[in-house]
């Protein structure tokens, strides 16, 4: 079965360093991976996607995802943090392309 | 261009009772998909319509949920007699095909007391 992991529930990071949120995968075949983000009280905002090319995906508002193969993971990055990067992060993949399944969600805290 | 829109944004209802949640997706997409987000399961998938085929319900809890989607374009999920566990915030969300990448609404907020 599809699934992703998101092993930190949260992630604390100063504002200005960067930061990483984890996301490993687990499909067969071709991995249709995705990220988004949840504001408190808003829906799920698309950031990036990686469905085949460079492994070096980027996305809105700074955000860039690798796609590592060898290691299964697609881990979000952005080189500096704003405290307006605080949210609730989720990585997902698609089943057969359609469905999504979404990890269990990392909490971004950035500090000032 | 205006996104996928929901409602109503909350909804409060007693134990036993019915209710309907709407969604419109962004015109012109022909798939809409049902979500639901629960402190306890996380994320999961309900049920999902692309343009005339037959909706996958793979994700439907139980017999007491049922969507419909009518033209194509406006879709209502139902949840009848329901129970406490069914509270959860039920996000829909549209692309523009099965494969695109899907667009969220902001979610109707159902406490069933």
């Known amino acids: 079965a599809q699934s992703v992991a998101q092993p930190e529930d949260q992630v604390n990071v100063a504002e200005g360093n960067p930061l990483t949120v984890k996301c490993t995968y687990s499909?067969?075949?071709?991995?249709?991976l995705f990220w988004y983000v949840q504001y408190p009280n808003r829906g799920l905002q698309f950031l990036l996607k990686y469905i085949t090319g460079d492994n070096l995906v980027k996305g809105s508002y700074g955000f860039e995802a690798e796609f590592n193969k060898s290691q299964t993971s697609f881990h979000l990055k952005k080189p500096s943090a704003l405290v307006s990067d605080s949210a609730l992060y989720f990585c997902a993949t698609a089943h057969n392309t359609d469905k999504l399944i979404f990890g269990t969600g990392t909490r971004l805290q950035v500090f000032p | 261009g205006a996104g996928v829109s929901q409602s109503p944004s909350n909804k409060v209802t007693e134990k036993g009772k019915d209710v309907e949640l709407r969604c419109d997706p962004i015109?012109?997409?022909?798939?809409l998909y049902w979500y639901r987000q629960s402190l306890g399961q996380g994320l999961e998938f309900l049920i999902y319509?692309?343009?005339?085929?037959?909706?996958?319900k793979s994700g439907l809890p139980s017999d007491r949920f049922s969507a419909e989607r009518t033209g194509g374009s406006v879709s209502t999920l139902t949840i009848q007699r329901t129970q406490q566990e069914d509270s959860a915030v039920y996000l829909c969300a549209s692309s523009l095909v099965i494969t695109d990448t899907q667009y969220f609404g902001p979610g109707t907020r159902l406490t069933v007391l």
């Open positions: 319509f692309q343009g005339n085929s037959a909706p996958d």
């Open positions: 015109s012109g997409h022909t798939a």
């Open positions: 499909v067969s075949g071709n991995p249709y």
